[in-house]
């Protein structure tokens, strides 16, 4: 999967393009260092580390995550539970490790964030790629 890392020494911020929905939370929250229109369009030196990483923690599809550079990546985003959100009129939020088997077995392992369709629009199924909005999904 490509993966690009954004960093100013202290957090390197990683961005998985294929599975971001676009939900564009990040560019809401910190615009300063989360803008789609510049390129490149993570700028890790607009605001504090802290602030970072709380914005990431917010993204509902996992395409965001970080690792402190002290600690390194390994070490991190490992949690021990796995805590499912409903969105309103959205996805299901997983928080936490997960491998998903399809009908045939295959295995995708996702880690730290993912979101799952619920609204059944999606092309990326099982995964949500925004698709909700457009059909003005309720539930």
Not at 105 to 116: I, Y
Request: glycine share 8%; proline share 6%; net charge neutral.
């Amino acid at each position: 999967m490509k993966t690009k890392e954004y960093t100013n020494g202290e957090i390197t911020v990683v961005w998985k393009p294929e599975i971001c929905i676009h939900a564009a939370i990040c560019a809401q929250g910190l615009p300063k260092v989360f803008d789609p229109k510049s390129r490149p369009w993570i700028n890790t030196a607009g605001d504090s580390t802290e602030n970072i990483t709380a914005q990431i923690d917010k993204c509902p599809s996992g395409a965001l995550s970080y690792y402190l550079n002290n600690i390194g990546k390994e070490s991190q985003n490992k949690k021990e539970e796995t805590v499912i959100h409903i969105a309103p009129n959205g996805p299901l939020l997983v928080q936490g490790n997960i491998i998903l088997k399809d009908s045939e077995g295959n295995e995708t392992k996702k880690e730290t964030r993912t979101a799952l369709c619920r609204c059944g629009a999606s092309s990326n199924k099982p995964f949500c790629d925004g698709a909700h909005k457009e059909i003005g999904f309720e539930g």
